[in-house]
């Protein structure tokens, strides 16, 4: 159920304007003791779009975020609201409203005192929080739910009031903190919708924190991956997926086999062969050919292909089958390569084709377009 449809403001409650802001991030580093919790970390969200921080637990997702809402100083950098530098500004002064990695909640408070909070933080009339809560609490399809104890509602329930408490000032800026990592799966695949709508809805912009990476994918206009407290890539979803900057983005962002190649010309050889590339190679010490279990297509059960660039021109690889499961809708096949390498690769079942048998060769291709090279250190 997607999240009500706010009601068109004639003029608002406010004198308030309700930009939604662009966010510079420059050169901000903060450590602790010994740990570079964010090392020189630059960032441009763009005005009301949706960004995602990826990254594995400790890399410094929480801390850019807090950077962001106030509740951290970090040891250098500037950061940009708009044109306003407000690294020194106090969190209540930022207009950005913020759901904290455990909810934050409180659990005396009813919903309506949970989430007119922030309000009563600014001294807002009583007639304007109470029109504005209830506001909030239909958007997040938690209309009649003001009266209620948080400890008398569910997990998606209390994540909603935490939503609700976030936009109830309708920030321009909105900070989410894996706000749906405490929710089993069917519920966090419906908030994901939800969230999503709601950012369609309101307009803000949006940073959002999770380790999941189809969350991210799913939810996010751009993503950047986070690695001890660097920035590794900053792009689409797609261009993140299909382009990775360097193996750890490739190795976290979905799976891959990785072949070791060498420069050869212009281009790149893989044992020996040279390999026909949809793109130059990148410039990097050392390259690494990138394979998607999707993008790499078993041509046939009988071994026949030679390595190296072949039918229809696509690049060539003789292997021999180890595992072949079949999955109903697709096959899923690893394959072992002259050099021990072992490659997965998924392809949809189709009519009565016969999948090969363990043991037995097969020849895979890869076209020039899905052969992604990328630079093989840069972790
Ligand atoms: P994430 O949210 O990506 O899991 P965090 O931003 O919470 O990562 O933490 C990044 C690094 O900074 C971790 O090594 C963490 O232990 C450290 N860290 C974060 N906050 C503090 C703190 N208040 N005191 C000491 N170390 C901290
Ligand atoms: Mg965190």
């Given at each position: 159920?997607?999240?009500?449809?706010?009601?068109?403001?004639?003029?608002?409650?406010?004198?308030?304007?309700?930009?939604?802001?662009?966010?510079?991030?420059?050169?901000?580093?903060?450590?602790?003791?010994?740990?570079?919790?964010?090392?020189?970390?630059?960032?441009?969200?763009?005005?009301?779009?949706?960004?995602?921080?990826?990254g594995p637990s400790g890399s410094g997702k929480t801390t850019l975020l807090m950077v962001l809402a106030g509740f951290t100083r970090p040891d250098c950098g500037s950061l940009k609201f708009g044109d306003t530098e407000v690294i020194r500004t106090p969190p209540h002064l930022r207009d950005l409203g913020m759901t904290f990695q455990s909810y934050a909640l409180f659990p005396h408070m009813t919903v309506a005192g949970n989430v007119g909070y922030p309000l009563r933080l600014r001294k807002r009339p009583k007639g304007e929080i109470a029109e504005r809560v209830a506001r909030a609490l239909d958007t997040v399809q938690l209309g009649g739910f003001g009266d209620r104890r948080i400890d008398q509602l569910s997990g998606g329930q209390r994540q909603r009031v935490a939503v609700a408490r976030a936009i109830v000032f309708e920030p321009g800026i909105l900070l989410m903190d894996e706000p749906l990592s405490a929710l089993d799966k069917k519920l966090r695949d419906q908030m994901q919708i939800e969230l999503r709508h709601l950012h369609e809805q309101l307009g803000m912009t949006t940073v959002y924190v999770t380790h999941d990476q189809r969350e991210a994918l799913t939810m996010s206009d751009r993503i950047a991956v986070v690695n001890h407290g660097r920035i590794m890539q900053l792009a689409t979803p797609r261009d993140l997926y299909e382009r990775p900057a360097n193996r750890f983005v490739a190795d976290f962002i979905g799976e891959s086999t990785f072949l070791d190649v060498t420069r050869q010309g212009d281009g790149v050889a893989y044992a020996g062969q040279p390999l026909r590339l949809g793109a130059p190679p990148p410039a990097a010490q050392a390259l690494q050919l990138m394979i998607r279990p999707e993008r790499i297509v078993l041509l046939d059960g009988d071994g026949t292909g030679e390595q190296g660039p072949g039918r229809d021109g696509m690049n060539l690889f003789a292997a021999t089958a180890t595992d072949v499961v079949y999955q109903g809708d697709s096959y899923l096949l690893h394959a072992r390569l002259a050099d021990d390498t072992l490659i997965a690769l998924r392809g949809p079942m189709r009519g009565t084709a016969d999948l090969p048998a363990a043991g037995q060769p097969v020849t895979l291709g890869l076209a020039p377009e899905d052969s992604v090279l990328i630079d093989a250190g840069g972790a």
């Open positions: 159920m997607p999240f009500a449809r706010p009601r068109i403001r004639e003029q608002d409650l406010t004198d308030q304007t309700k930009d939604a802001l662009p966010i510079t991030v420059r050169n901000v580093t903060k450590t602790y003791g010994p740990v570079h919790a964010l090392d020189d970390v630059s960032i441009d969200v763009e005005s009301g779009e949706f960004l995602t921080l990826l």
